[in-house]
């Protein structure tokens, strides 16, 4: 196993591949485990990395997540790719780790090419959001099956880890609310923004979340384009995943 440091503690990574650089970002409660089998689609043509953020998966834990969660997971990134002197990143983050990557682009975009950023919440936090978040999350610690996938991520202390997850989302909602510390007009990469249109989670708060919220991002960044898939859930790059992946390689490749 690989790990590189940050602060002091230990954070996993795996490389599969040749070719260009694609770092592939998870999401908040999952772990790198949850797209194994997005990057061995990848790597036939790309070098396909990995990354547990720091208390999640194999990467060391924390006692508290930040609630600048994913500014902090940015600055992991950044290391990352500074210590392996890695340059024109292709990056694809979904969910939580959409935020990461935009981050990323912004603090760092001399090390960034192209960014997907799948199925994630946009600007800003929005308190329907946060609300429906926390209801999800006691519904899905008392669930078989997402106590499951909660434990294959993370092993045994996954409660801890999704406690600290909401808290961390919730101070955030509370206390910043931009989920970046540069506005998204400085935003130098090729920028292309996916969801679904049956994310259920998105669309309970409002039955254009992905039009409404993707639709401002657009006026604001020259070099982005949008594309939201008709059927399939959250994320949409997991659930329309042949789809996405050709929609993907053109995109990262023109």
């Known amino acids: 196993m690989s790990f590189f440091t940050f602060e002091n503690k230990n954070i996993y990574y795996e490389e599969s591949g040749n070719g260009a650089p694609l770092l592939i970002l998870h ?3 999952a772990s790198s485990k949850m797209y194994a089998d997005v990057a061995a689609g990848y790597a036939s043509d790309y070098k396909v990395i990995l990354i547990d953020f720091l208390g999640h998966g194999r990467s060391d834990r924390l006692e508290e997540f930040p609630a600048d969660l994913w ?12 210590e392996k002197d890695y340059r024109d990143v292709n990056i694809i983050g979904s969910s939580g780790g959409a935020m990461v990557a935009v981050n990323v682009a912004l603090e760092a975009p001399e090390l960034v090419s192209k960014v997907i950023a799948d199925s994630f919440e946009g600007e800003m936090a929005d308190k329907a959001f946060t609300e429906n ?12 099956g997402a106590r ?15 406690d600290n997850d909401t808290s961390a989302i919730v101070r955030h909602a509370e206390e910043i609310v931009d989920f970046y510390h540069k506005p998204l007009t400085e935003l130098k990469a090729d920028f292309l923004l996916t969801g679904s249109r049956e ?3 998105m669309y309970s708060i409002s039955d254009d979340y ?5 639709g401002e991002i ?3 960044v020259p070099r ?9 859930d959250h994320p949409a790059m997991l659930t329309n995943f042949e789809e996405f992946y050709r929609l993907s390689t053109v995109f990262l490749k023109g």
Do not use: C, S
């Open 133 to 144: 978040l926390l209801k999800d999350r006691t519904m899905a610690k008392e669930n078989p």
């Open 148 to 162: 499951g996938f909660y434990e294959y991520m993370h092993g045994p202390d996954w409660e801890k880890i999704v």
């Open 71 to 82: 500014f902090y997971e940015a600055q992991q990134v950044i290391t990352f790719l500074k």
């Open 218 to 220: 657009l006026k604001k």
């Open 224 to 232: 982005a384009g949008m594309h939201l898939f008709e059927h399939g």
């Open 199 to 201: 994310d259920k989670f």
């Open 27 to 29: 999401g908040n409660t």
């Open 210 to 214: 992905y039009e409404k919220v993707y």
